[in-house]
C-alpha cells in the first residue's frame, strides 16, 4: 500500500475501472444488513494507508503523514505543519486517546500479550509501548527495504512486515524487537494473513495475481497459488482474508489480465464487460478457485467475519463490498454500501462486529495542466478539505 493520495491516483487512473464500478454497484443495489453507524470527524492533517484495531486493547490505529505549512488565502486559513505520527482512539466511541509522534509509516499494529506496538515506517520500521505509548525502538532493515504492509500472528507472536521494493517479508520477534529473518517472496506484498496453526498467507499485487503461502517455523515461501495465467489473471491485488474454519481464503483485486502499457488510455466502458475489480475466493489448502465474484470498486483492504459468515472489501470509490459464505462452496454479494470517498482500507472487531474505514473530503476536481496531462477526476486527485479526517463506524 501507499499513502492514500498515492494510492487513489493509481485506482483512479482507469476511467473503465471506476465507471464499470458504478454499474455493478447500481446492479448490486445497496439493500442490505449493513448501514454507516457513526462519522467521527476527527480532523489532523496527513496521508493515510493501513487503519488496525486492537480488539483487546480497545485501541484504533492510524499513522498520518508529515505535511507542510499551508498559508492562508483569501478564502481559506491558513494550517500549520504537521509531523508523522500514529494516532489512537478509543475503538468504541472513536475519540482520541494520544498520539505517537515522530512515528509514522504505512500501517501499525498491536501483539496485545506483549504490550508492544510495531510501525511499518521509514526508512526503519517502529516498536512502541502500548501502555504508555512512546517509541522504544526502531529496527534495522536491509538495503532497499520499504516497510508497507503489517502483521502481528498473535499465535507465535511475531511481526510480520512486507517491502515492495525487495518483494519480502521481515520477520520480528514482538517481545524485544529482534530480526528473526526475512522472507523471500518472489512477489510485490500487500495485506496478510495467519491462521493461527503455522502458516501465514501473503497476497501478492502483481500480474498475474496470487497467494504465497509461508511456512513460519522455517520461514519459507511453500507454495504460490496463482489466479491464473498472465492473459485472464487477476492483479493489482491488494486485500486478503481468511476464513479460518473452512480454510478458505478472499483476495481483493482490482485488474484482469495484462497491465496496460504505460501512457495507454482506456478503452470506452463497457457496461456488459466483465469486471476488472473482482473478490478472488479460493481454498487455502490447495489454492483452487472456488469463485469470483465482483466488487464496487478498487480495493486496498478485506477482512472476515467468522460470527456472519461475511467477507468485507472496502474501496476507493466510496463502497464496501460484503460477500456472504453460504457454504465453503457457495458465494454471493449481499450488499454494496456507500461509505466515503477514498475509504479503501479496512479494520475489523470481532468483538462488536463492527468494521472501520476512513478518508477526508476532497475539494473540487483539478483541471488538466496547460498542454495537456492528467487531471480532473482521472488524474490528479483533488485537494483534501484540512480538518475533515473521518473515521467510519459501520454495522448492523
Known sequence: MRHSIQRFVVFSALAIAFCTSAVLARRAGTGGPYKVLQRAKVGGEGGTDYIFADVVGRRLYINRGATREIPATATTPAVPAFEKRVTIFDLDTLKPLGEIPGVGG???????????????????????????????????????????????????????????????????????????GHIELGGTPEQMVGDGKGTIYQVLQDRPGGVAVVDAKTMKVTATYPFGDAATGNGSCNGLALDVKNSILFAACAGIGPAPARGTPPPPADPNAKPPQTMVILSAKDGKILARLPLAGGSDGAVFNPATMEAFSTQGNGTLTVIKETSPTSFEVEQNLATMDG????????????????????????????????????????????????????GK
Open 343 to 394: 475509504a479503501r482500507t479496512i479494520a475489523f472487531d470481532s468483538k462488536t462486529n463492527h468494521i472501520f474505514t476512513m478518508s477526508v473530503e476532497h475539494g473540487p476536481a483539478t483541471a488538466p495542466p496547460p498542454g495537456g496531462g492528467r487531471g480532473g477526476r482521472f488524474g490528479g486527485r483533488a485537494p483534501a478539505i484540512p480538518g475533515t479526517f473521518t473515521i467510519l463506524m459501520i
Open 106 to 180: 504505512n500501517g501499525a499494529v498491536v501483539c496485545p500479550s506483549t504490550g508492544h506496538g510495531f510501525t511499518s515506517d521509514h526508512p526503519r520500521p517502529s516498536m512502541f509501548d502500548v501502555k504508555t505509548m512512546k517509541l522504544i525502538k526502531t529496527i534495522e532493515v536491509p538495503d532497499r527495504f520499504s516497510a508497507d504492509g503489517i502483521y502481528c500472528d498473535t499465535s507465535s507472536n511475531r511481526v510480520y512486515i512486507g517491502s515492495h521494493p525487495t518483494k519480502s517479508l521481515l520477520v520480528v520477534d514482538a517481545t524485544n524487537g529482534a530480526v528473526l
